[in-house]
């Protein structure tokens, strides 16, 4: 079952501004990591962070995950068109080698 | 970085024939693949979890003889789709998970996915 929800659904904003993306989820994890899918396409792994990290950087990408809230952020930096795309968080839990995704979200960055 | 290989990207069958799509591992060992099906504009829905040398994990709600897996080797899992018809008419996405990783605290890598219609 679907477990992730991303916030907003959809995005649209000017080149050079940030992008914040919010997931919630319902049961305790493992970790919970990000991926990218450009339209049509397979998806590409942008960041992963462990259920005892709090905040984590890769390159114009900050996470930050609350265990306690059971939620997480994505935040891009000054965006670029390139970054128009969908969004998934996805949440490995208990045991288990499968990950679950978020509904994702569509981010559009208007050049 | 690790590349997953997927086969056909594209593929349009008459209803009533069977579709065979691959997932290769091109430079890594893999014995775990996962088959993902995804709607337009809608999540991943996991279909199953392929294993090297053993049956397929299907998730509830799946049907196992309608959608074939085989993972024979450590680089190659196939997803046959038997007796296609229109309602199967999705995107169907394979990923893996390098076996030097372990388990769960490290990414998927995915395919291009496979567009099939079926007419």
């Known amino acids: 079952s679907q477990q992730g929800e991303e916030d907003p659904q959809a995005l649209s904003i000017q080149e050079g501004e940030n992008a914040t993306m919010n997931c919630s989820y319902k049961?305790?994890?493992?970790?919970l990591q990000w991926y990218r899918q450009n339209s049509g396409r397979g998806l590409v792994h942008l960041i992963l962070?462990?259920?005892?990290?709090r905040e984590k950087h890769s390159g114009r990408l900050r996470v930050t995950l609350d265990t306690s809230k059971k939620s997480s952020s994505l935040l891009i930096t000054a965006s670029r068109a390139a970054d128009t795309a969908s969004y998934f968080c996805?949440?490995?839990?208990?045991?288990?080698?499968?990950?679950?995704f978020g509904k994702g979200m569509k981010l559009t960055v208007n050049p | 970085g690790a590349v997953v290989s997927q086969h056909p990207s594209r593929v349009i069958c008459k209803s009533g024939t069977s579709v065979k799509i691959e997932c290769r591992s091109l430079?890594?060992?893999?014995?775990?693949m996962f088959w993902y099906r995804q709607f337009p504009k809608q999540s991943l829905m996991l279909m199953a979890t392929?294993?090297?040398?053993?049956?397929?994990?299907?998730e509830q709600g799946v049907e196992k003889d309608k959608f074939l897996i085989n993972h024979a080797s450590l680089t190659l899992s196939t997803l046959t789709v038997t007796s296609a018809h229109p309602e199967d008419s999705s995107f169907y996405i394979c990923?893996?998970?390098?076996?030097?990783?372990?388990?769960?605290?490290?990414?998927?890598?995915f395919g291009n996915g496979t567009r099939l219609t079926v007419t």
């Open positions: 990923s893996a998970r390098e076996n030097r990783d372990g388990n769960y605290n490290s990414p998927l890598h």
């Open positions: 430079d890594f060992q893999a014995t775990t």
């Open positions: 049961t305790s994890i493992n970790n």
């Open positions: 996805a949440t490995s839990q208990g045991g288990s080698e499968k990950l679950v």
């Open positions: 962070i462990r259920s005892n990290e």
């Open positions: 392929s294993n090297e040398g053993s049956k397929a994990t299907y």
